[in-house]
C-alpha cells in the first residue's frame, strides 16, 4: 500500500488538514474521496500544475509519466488514490498528439487504481477549430476527442475558453467552462488607457462583448473569411467606429498570427492611435511570435494555460497566470460549490487574480506606459505599486 504524498492529506471543506491515522501496519490509513482531493500532472504544463497546487495549498501527487525508446507513453501512479477525488492538469498543447496520449492513459492509470472521482482539468482544448463539418468529407475531430476522454473513464471535465461553447455538448459527462476575460479585461482597467474600442471577430464575440463591457467601451467586429485549409485567413471589414481610438484585440487563441496581422492592418487602415491584443491562449506556433515582434502593436497579453517557452519570451508578450482561477474552480468542485458564481456573483475574485504568481496576490495599478513590456516572472517596473497579500483559499 503506497503512502500519500508527504504524508498530509488537505480538507478543503473544513479549510483545515487533517492528521493521517496510522494502521495497526504502520501504514497511513486512507481516507474517502469526499474529505481528500489530489492534484496531478503530465508533461504539457508543468509549471501550471505547480501554481496550482501552490494555491491550493498542496503538494502535487506522485507520477511516472514518460515515454519509452519506441515512443510508447508509460504511467505509474506512485500513491494511493483508492476512493480519492482526482484532478489532472493537463492541456492538450504542444505536443498536440503526445499530451492528448498522456491525459487518455493517465486517466485509465487512475480509473485501474480506484479514483473516487477523475476530473480531467484541461486549460486548452486542442482541435477545437474542427468542430463541425465545413467541407464534404471532414472531421469532427473534437467530438472524438470528446469521446475518448469519456471513454477513457473521466468523469467530469474542467476547461477554459473553448473555441466554441458547443463543444461541451460533445462530452456525455459534466462540463465547467471557465472564462480568463475577466482577468484579462482587469489587467487593462488597471492600465488606465482611455478611448478604447475592443474588437474581436464573430466566433467570439458574445464573450469580447463581456470583456467590452467590463471596461466600459464600445465593440467593433471584425468580418473575415479563411482560406481553404490555410492558417490564413483574408480580412472583409471592420464594422464599427475605430478611426482615431486605442484598440484591444480580444480572441480565444493566437495560432501562427495570421489572422491577428490582418486585423492590425485592417485597424491601421483605419487610423487606429494604439493597438493591443490579448488571447486566452498562446499557441504561438509557426511565424507567430516574429510577427507580433516585427507588428505595431504595443502588447500582447497572454494568459499560461499553454507554456510559454523561454525563446518566445519576447518584451511585447505579457503572460499572467490563471493557477488561482483553476484552483478555485478545484476547490468549489471538489466541495460541490458553484463554479458559475466565479463569474457572477463573485466576479471581483476574478478580476483579483489577474497578478497573482507562485503564492502571491499582486494587486496593481501601472502599466500605463506604452513600452511597458513583461514576461511571465518578470522583476515589477520601478512605477508598479503592488501590494502582496496571501493567496484566496
Not at 476575460?181 to 464573430?202: A, G, M, P, R
Request: glycine content about 6%.
Amino acid at each position: 500500500m503506497a503512502t500519500p504524498t508527504a504524508g498530509r492529506v488537505t480538507d478543503l471543506a473544513a479549510g483545515r488538514e487533517i492528521e493521517p491515522t496510522v494502521t495497526r501496519f504502520g501504514e497511513l490509513e486512507a481516507t474517502v474521496h469526499a474529505d481528500q482531493f489530489e492534484v496531478y500532472a503530465g508533461n504539457a504544463n508543468p509549471d501550471l500544475a505547480r501554481k496550482i497546487s501552490r494555491y491550493l495549498d498542496t503538494e502535487p501527487g506522485r507520477i511516472e509519466v514518460f515515454q519509452f525508446a519506441n515512443e510508447n507513453i508509460f504511467v505509474k501512479i506512485l500513491d494511493n488514490v483508492r476512493e480519492k477525488d482526482v484532478f489532472l492538469i493537463q492541456p492538450t498543447s504542444h505536443p498536440v498528439n503526445q499530451s492528448i496520449m498522456e491525459l487518455l492513459i493517465m486517466i485509465d492509470a487512475f480509473k485501474r487504481a480506484s479514483a473516487g472521482r477523475i476530473t480531467a482539468v484541461i486549460p486548452f482544448y486542442a482541435y477545437g477549430r474542427s468542430d463541425k463539418k465545413d467541407q464534404p468529407r471532414v472531421p469532427i475531430t473534437a467530438r472524438l476527442i470528446a469521446d475518448m476522454i469519456t471513454v477513457a473513464g473521466a468523469d467530469r471535465v474542467l476547461t477554459m475558453d473553448l473555441h466554441q461553447g458547443q463543444i461541451q455538448g460533445f462530452f456525455n459527462i459534466p462540463v465547467d467552462e471557465l472564462t480568463a476575460v475577466h482577468i484579462l479585461s482587469n489587467y487593462f482597467k488597471h492600465k488606465h488607457l482611455e478611448d478604447l474600442v475592443v474588437v474581436t471577430d464573430l466566433g467570439f464575440a458574445k464573450r469580447a462583448r463581456a470583456f467590452a463591457e467590463l471596461l466600459d467601451a464600445p465593440l467593433a467586429i471584425i468580418e473575415k473569411r479563411r482560406i481553404g485549409n490555410l492558417d490564413r485567413a483574408e480580412l472583409m471589414n471592420v464594422i464599427g467606429d475605430v478611426r482615431g481610438k486605442r484598440a484591444v484585440i480580444v480572441d480565444d487563441e493566437i495560432d501562427t498570427g495570421g489572422t491577428l496581422s490582418e486585423i492590425v492592418r485592417a485597424l491601421q487602415r483605419e487610423d487606429v492611435s494604439e493597438i493591443y491584443a490579448c488571447a486566452s491562449h498562446g499557441v504561438l506556433s509557426g511565424p507567430a511570435v516574429d510577427l507580433i515582434r516585427d507588428s505595431p502593436l504595443v502588447e500582447v497579453v497572454l494568459t499560461d494555460s499553454i507554456p510559454l517557452p523561454a525563446h518566445k519570451r519576447i518584451p511585447k508578450i505579457t503572460t499572467l497566470s490563471v493557477a488561482p482561477l483553476i484552483g478555485e474552480a478545484i476547490k468549489r468542485i471538489h466541495r460541490g460549490e458553484s463554479v458559475g458564481a466565479l463569474f457572477s456573483s463573485e466576479v471581483a475574485l476574478t478580476q483579483e487574480m489577474s497578478l497573482w504568481e507562485d503564492g502571491v496576490s499582486r494587486k496593481l495599478d501601472l502599466r500605463n506606459e506604452p513600452d511597458h513590456a513583461a514576461g511571465d516572472g518578470d522583476p515589477p517596473k520601478p512605477n508598479a505599486e503592488l501590494a502582496a497579500a496571501e493567496p484566496k483559499r
